[in-house]
C-alpha cells in the first residue's frame, strides 16, 4: 500500500472477486487487525483472480492491477480513498495470449 493510505492490503479470490483491507488499531487496546474496506467484483472475470499488483500512488490516488484466468486483458482499478474503488483502464492484448501475473514499472509514473 502507500503511505497516503496507510496500511493496505489485497486478496485476489476464486469467484473473480478482491477484497481491500486496511490495517486498523482497536480502541483502547492498539492491538492491530484488519478490516475489509472494500470488495472489487471484476465485471470481466472469467474466474478466479490470477494476480494483483498495487500501482504506484500517483496524485493521491491507489491503483490496483487485476488479472484473471482466463483473460486477455488487465484491468486497472483507482481510488481517491479505500473504500470507493472504480474501473480506469482495460489493456487488452493481442491474439490468443492471455494474462497470469501483473506488476507495475515506477518509472513510468
Not at 480506469?88 to 492484448?93: I, L
Request: with cysteine; net charge positive.
Amino acid at each position: 500500500g502507500s503511505v497516503d493510505f496507510g496500511s493496505v492490503l489485497a486478496s485476489a479470490s476464486r469467484d473473480g472477486s478482491v477484497c481491500i483491507y486496511e490495517e486498523c488499531s482497536a480502541i483502547g487496546t492498539g492491538r492491530k487487525f484488519w478490516r475489509q474496506r472494500h470488495k472489487i467484483i471484476d465485471a470481466g472475470s472469467k474466474g478466479c483472480v490470477l494476480d494483483i499488483s498495487f500501482g504506484p500512488a500517483r496524485s493521491g490516488e491507489l491503483r490496483l492491477a487485476i488479472c484473471t484466468r482466463g483473460s486477455n486483458a488487465v484491468r486497472i482499478y483507482k481510488a481517491s480513498n479505500i473504500t470507493q474503488w472504480s474501473l480506469n483502464g482495460k489493456y487488452v492484448f493481442d491474439g490468443t495470449d492471455t494474462c497470469s501475473s501483473v506488476s507495475w514499472c515506477p518509472s513510468v509514473f
